[in-house]
């Protein structure tokens, strides 16, 4: 080998070892306003078009939410308001509720990291959706404050935990792999209130304390086991 063609392939080799690990974008919502801090309030979420995000909660600048990745993160700060995603649906990874009040409304939002999407809410904080959720690339997880969810679910052969956090669930239609309430040694208590619609599992398990306590309240509607589930108690919750 050349000492021109080692050179070469010592600065390619150093050029890979050095290549950055992609790391989540933070998006801040920013409603309708466009001043240079992340005031949050009402809005339109699309993807591409309006700059009704901010790249930094104080001072950053107003950007439309990406057509493309799986790693750009929501949150939603500020003063709470009624947020419409757009018809054709939006695509993120984590969602991150600040402020108390928030709705989450209209096309459908597609959790698409192939490994772990959370959705977290503040202590004490709450929240509402009522779009449509897909989760089949990756398992998703609650943590924190509240969420009253009435929209559709399709978690397909991925999980969705309840960790430290109380699901008001009103789902038509909430399918998935594996649902597990009361996750994480140490963690906080966790609930599932259920009191309309369908909650349907693949052949895993419910469970409901792993780890941590866990309580499962199923007033109405319909929660159905697939074929050969299992449903595990291992909390001293009650079911």
């Known amino acids: 080998m050349t000492p021109r063609s080692?050179?070469?392939?010592?600065?390619?080799?150093?050029?890979?070892?050095?290549?950055?690990?992609?790391?989540?974008?933070?998006?801040f919502w920013d409603g309708t306003d466009l001043s240079l801090n992340a005031d949050g309030g009402s809005g339109i979420w699309d993807a591409g078009l309006t700059a009704n995000w901010d790249d930094l909660a104080i001072g950053g600048l107003s950007v439309p939410w990406p057509l493309t990745g799986t790693d750009n993160d929501v949150i939603f700060g500020g003063a709470a308001g009624a947020v419409t995603i757009e018809a054709a649906g939006v695509a993120a990874n984590d969602l991150s509720f600040l402020t108390t009040g928030y709705t989450l409304g209209g096309g459908m939002l597609t959790l698409n990291n192939t490994t772990q999407n959370t959705i977290t809410l503040g202590p004490g904080i709450s929240a509402a959706i009522s779009s449509s959720i897909t989760a089949t690339a990756g398992n998703v997880t609650l943590s924190g404050g509240t969420l009253d969810y009435s929209g559709s679910y399709t978690g397909g052969t991925k999980n969705f935990t309840v960790s430290g956090a109380t699901l008001n669930l009103t789902s038509p239609a909430f399918t998935l792999k594996k649902f597990v309430v009361g996750a994480g040694v140490g963690s906080s208590p966790a609930t599932m209130n259920m009191s309309s619609g369908s909650l349907t599992t693949s052949n895993d398990y419910v469970g409901a304390g792993d780890g941590v306590d866990g309580t499962i309240n199923v007033s109405g509607g319909t929660f159905t086991l697939g074929t050969n589930a299992t449903a595990l108690f291992l909390g001293t919750g009650p079911v």
């Open 6 to 27: 080692s050179l070469l392939s010592i600065a390619a080799t150093t050029t890979l070892l050095a290549a950055p690990t992609a790391l989540a974008l933070p998006h």
